[in-house]
């Protein structure tokens, strides 16, 4: 059993930056890859970031490449969003989540996570 617990959220102005932490309890989050995900209002939870067990991969969708950062810390248990050049189209909940994904072809699936954690708002004024 996982818990995520999200933090490092709120409001910026557009071109600003944010750091998200997603802090996991539990002694085998080391074998769990990690993803980022956003939802915003009336839209679907879409896949953000990614990263593998080690750390030594990671995955980005299309409209947040080159600007995002995804990282983890494996002693601390926590895995980072940096989020810079920030957006309006970015605003959204963000949630982080921790599954088994065996294959890195599926990694960017909602349906590969297990454990959620409660999001974290991240608004972005033009």
């Known amino acids: 059993q996982v818990q995520l617990v999200e933090s490092g959220g709120g409001l910026v102005q557009a071109g600003g930056s944010l750091r998200l932490s997603c802090a996991a309890s539990?002694?085998?989050?080391?074998?769990?890859?990690v993803g980022w995900f956003r939802q915003a209002p009336g839209k679907e939870r879409e896949f953000v970031a990614a990263?593998?067990?080690?750390?030594?991969?990671?995955y980005y969708a299309d409209s947040v490449k080159g600007r995002f950062t995804i990282s983890r810390d494996n002693a601390k248990n926590t895995v980072y969003l940096q989020m810079n050049s920030l957006k309006p189209e970015d605003t959204a909940v963000y949630y982080c989540?921790?599954?088994?994904?065996?294959?890195?072809?599926?990694?960017?699936?909602?349906?590969?996570?297990?454990?959620w954690g409660q999001g974290t708002q991240v608004t972005v004024s033009s």
């Open positions: 539990g002694r085998t989050f080391s074998t769990y890859a």
């Open positions: 989540a921790a599954g088994v994904v065996r294959y890195s072809l599926y990694i960017r699936s909602l349906r590969q996570y297990d454990y």
């Open positions: 990263i593998t067990r080690s750390g030594g991969s990671t």
